[in-house]
């Protein structure tokens, strides 16, 4: 059994989940229940970032204290990620005791294999509060952060640990050289490699100014205590996972789904912190895109606003789900609204595979007495396998549009067979072979579609493959896709997988 360990990134504990957050974990949840299917030994870490200036000034603008405010915070993140069925297996916080001992574990990993990779240095630069980042060059517009355009910069000198990340210029163009998977898509691998043609700087490893942080394992020259930076307290979630009471994690991570902004950490400082402490790193990193609203990224600084539970409760989860695999896919940028959701759900969900569903389900019913028979194999069949085949290479890919365009192919084929054959027509006329063949044709489909609908849709899935008489003990598997069984299989008619109801659009 093949072990993968996928990581989405860590949220920031500053605000409730928004649907940048969302499409994240929905993308990696599709790709680890597709793992499961296919048999690997999963390991899924979804998680909090606690710690930071901006928490530590919620929480006091709120009169609470900032851990009081991140407990409240992972709570409200927890909420969500269950309504939207994300099977992730373990939650971490980097305010937990493990993740702290680990950073700190991490950090002096690094001192003892290469003292010299961490050296003083004073900073004096342009801080801005809402990334918690020195700003320079075209970063700054107008005076002002580009993406906290509200905020005023601060003029800041301090001295810090810095960690050497030029000297891993060579080892980072090497890595991915060898191993062109390291960053996908194609187009966040030569963003990459672009950054390390300009050549890198080292990066701060410290702060004196962020109180609300895991202290920095030793002091600066002058006696000085600092917290370690938000780099090296967040990145080694991934490695410190493992350390938790009941973890499977086991370094390194076959995959971190991160967002496209955050790929230079995840592709250029983590493995080079991982390099330094002589500790293996992971195998991949994917990077997708964002969501828009209406033209904008949904995000809380930039003021844009689209209510996650709204969306949710809009369709139910699993049509949120379906909409943003397969209009947006996981590799570009993608653009949320109520009428092309309102769109998707009738025309994909509502008439394609839930019309399919009761149509077979109802013939099954009203011809068979709802016990799937026996037929020989017919050209609905044969375009069902070539859908598994096509829908398994995609996936592979971290295709998920790809995945899901498969997979709805075969509904509209099916709607089609129907049309085409008109079963109805072979009951008036006694064809008993004919319509017999029709219909495990189409049962074989639904079979089919339970299995390669399952990652994207989990209840849905579910619900069809209770329709379909399926039990506990048959629990859906990848087998069933390859090959469904269903003579004998008896099926239930349907109480609508997919209701039509247009709602408003508010
Ligand atoms: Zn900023």
């Not at 979804?46 to 204290?65: F, L, N, P």
């Not at 350390?243 to 991160?258: E, I, K, N, T």
């Not at 895109?289 to 003021?303: E, N, P, Q, V, W």
């Not at 509502?350 to 019309?355: E, P, V, Y």
Request: hydrophobic residues 40%; contains cysteine.
């Amino acid at each position: 059994m093949a072990r993968f360990f996928l990581t989405t990134a860590i949220d920031y504990a500053n605000g409730d989940p928004h649907m940048g957050h969302a499409f994240e974990k929905v993308g990696a949840d599709c790709i680890a229940r597709y793992r499961r299917l296919r048999g690997d030994d999963v390991w899924f870490l979804i998680g909090m970032d606690e710690h930071g200036q901006k928490v530590a000034q919620t929480a006091q603008d709120r009169g609470v204290s900032p851990q009081a405010l991140v407990d409240e915070i992972a709570a409200t993140f927890q909420a969500t990620w269950r309504a939207l069925g994300i099977s992730h297996d373990q939650f971490i916080r980097t305010t937990a005791p493990e993740h702290k001992a680990g950073v700190t574990d991490l950090i002096e990993r690094i001192f003892r294999r290469n003292p010299d990779d961490f050296y003083e240095r004073s900073y004096r630069g342009l801080y801005c509060v809402g990334c918690e980042a020195f700003k320079t060059g075209a970063e700054i517009v107008d005076g002002k952060c580009s993406i906290h355009p509200t905020r005023v910069l601060e003029e800041v000198e301090e001295r810090n640990w810095f960690f050497r990340l030029s000297r891993y210029q060579g080892f980072l163009e090497e890595l991915l050289e060898r191993n062109p998977d390291f960053v996908r898509p194609e187009i966040r691998r030569n963003e990459i490699l672009g950054l390390l043609r300009q050549g890198l700087e080292d990066v701060s490893a410290s702060r004196s100014r962020i109180t609300w942080a895991v202290p920095f394992p030793r002091p600066t020259s002058d006696g000085q205590a600092q917290t370690t930076y938000v780099w090296f307290d967040a990145l080694p979630n991934y490695w410190t996972a493992s350390r938790f009471p009941g973890s499977r994690a086991q370094w390194p991570a076959q995959l971190h789904v991160v967002g496209k902004d955050i790929t230079r950490f995840h592709c250029v400082i983590w493995p080079a912190m991982l390099h330094a402490a002589g500790e293996p790193i992971p195998e991949g990193v994917w990077a997708h895109g964002f969501i828009y609203f209406g033209g904008d990224r949904l995000s809380k600084s930039a003021g844009v606003r689209l209510d996650l539970g709204e969306a949710i409760a809009r369709h139910g989860p699993d049509a949120l789900r379906y909409f943003l695999i397969r209009e947006t896919g996981f590799a570009n940028d993608g653009s949320f609204t109520w009428e092309r959701f309102d769109e998707r759900y009738g025309s994909d969900l509502a008439d394609g595979l839930g019309n399919l569903a009761s149509r077979t389900l109802a013939m099954l019913e009203k011809y068979r007495g709802g016990t799937v028979p026996a037929g020989s194999p017919t050209s609905l069949d044969a375009a069902g396998a070539a859908t598994v085949t096509d829908y398994a290479s995609a996936m592979d890919g971290l295709d998920l549009r790809g995945a899901a365009e498969a997979a709805w192919q075969l509904v509209a084929a099916a709607n089609q067979y129907i049309v085409q054959v008109a079963p109805w027509t072979l009951a008036r006329q006694g064809r008993d072979t004919e319509l017999d063949a029709a219909l495990a044709a189409l049962a074989g489909c639904l079979v089919r579609l339970a299995v390669l609908t399952h990652p994207i849709m989990p209840g849905k899935a579910r619900e069809l493959w209770d329709h379909l008489g399926q039990s506990a003990p048959l629990d859906i598997a990848w087998a069933h896709a390859l090959m469904p069984q269903v003579v004998g299989l008896k099926v239930r008619k349907p109480d609508g997988l997919f209701p039509r109801v247009p709602p408003t659009t508010p």
